[in-house]
């Protein structure tokens, strides 16, 4: 009866999660379908769930005949820069939360808490203002103290949780040795939490990848544009170009894709690490 029972619940569970699984993967299933139809298939009724006659049309219209090698750079800097920018400062700012303590720390936390409960649309205006007399309006430059200044305090919080299970004993024994605090932060404490400084990468990286408001409100020269812009101008007014858009959305996908497949096994215990330490 128990055998029974057990398999009755292994049968229910993998079946459960093939159903969650289709749903999930669906999306990607048909945003690939899409980009190697026909535009007429495209449009074609009833729906063709596989199109008759595949062509990479779609790629090689976004790869060749427009400028998404440049909006695939512009996004690869800013995202990248802006990320290990953001994972440098929460390193060394999470530390000193986490280790000492100063006059209004409690207050300086909760003045980082309340910025994440605004609406990012409320900060266009003022900083739209701000950097057109620094002179950063159009610029990448301009985007990249953006995403770092958005997804700073986050990034803090994330990693003050992941340096307050590092156990203090340790870097007392290396401060007693005679290593330095930067080196020992560097050659200790890192290490340690390897899986946060990779989780808090990720979080940033992704965030500024897939931004579309700032990007779309600060940069308005054509060379300047990152992906979420580009492919936002596939939606004319009178007609969609869902094939290329396809094409262009899937391509974009690939770094995320890879960066994420390479760091999964440091991401996961990551964020466990976080959610119980913090």
């Known amino acids: 009866m128990r055998r029974k029972r057990s398999l009755a619940y292994k ?25 190697i139809k026909t535009e007429k298939e495209v449009y074609s009724f009833p729906v063709d769930y596989f199109p008759k006659r595949p062509t990479l049309i779609n ?45 209004f720390k409690s207050q300086f936390l909760v003045f980082f808490l309340i910025t994440q409960m605004f609406p990012l649309i409320l900060f266009i205006v003022p900083l739209y203002v701000i950097f057109s007399k620094l002179g950063l309006i159009n ?14 305090p986050f990034s803090l919080f994330l990693m003050r949780g992941f340096i307050e299970g590092v156990p203090k ?11 330095g605090r930067f080196r020992m932060i560097m050659r200790i404490v890192i290490p340690i939490i390897r899986p946060g400084v990779f989780a ?24 300047k544009l990152t992906i979420p812009v ?34 999964q096994k440091y991401l996961v215990r990551g964020l466990a690490m976080g959610a119980v330490k913090g």
């Open 11 to 35: 049968i229910f569970r993998f079946t459960m999660l093939g159903i969650y699984l289709l749903f999930a993967m669906f999306p990607f299933y048909w945003l690939f379908v899409t980009s």
């Open 59 to 103: 790629y090689v219209n976004v790869w060749m005949n427009s400028r998404f090698p440049r909006y695939f750079l512009n996004s690869g800097v800013v995202a990248l820069v802006s990320s290990v920018t953001v994972t440098f400062i929460a390193i060394f700012g999470a530390y000193s939360l986490a280790r000492y303590n100063f006059k």
């Open 139 to 152: 610029t990448l430059t301009g985007l990249i103290l953006v995403y770092t200044s958005f997804n700073l």
């Open 169 to 179: 004993e340790i870097e007392e024994s290396a401060l007693i040795d005679g290593c």
């Open 200 to 223: 808090t990468f990720a979080f940033a990286f992704t965030g500024a990848w897939n931004e579309m408001l700032f990007a779309l409100m600060f940069l308005n020269s054509e060379k």
């Open 230 to 263: 580009f492919l936002s101008m596939f939606v004319q007014k009178y007609d969609v170009s869902w094939g290329e858009m396809s094409a262009a959305a899937l391509i974009s996908l690939i770094p995320v894709a890879i960066m994420f497949a390479w760091i």
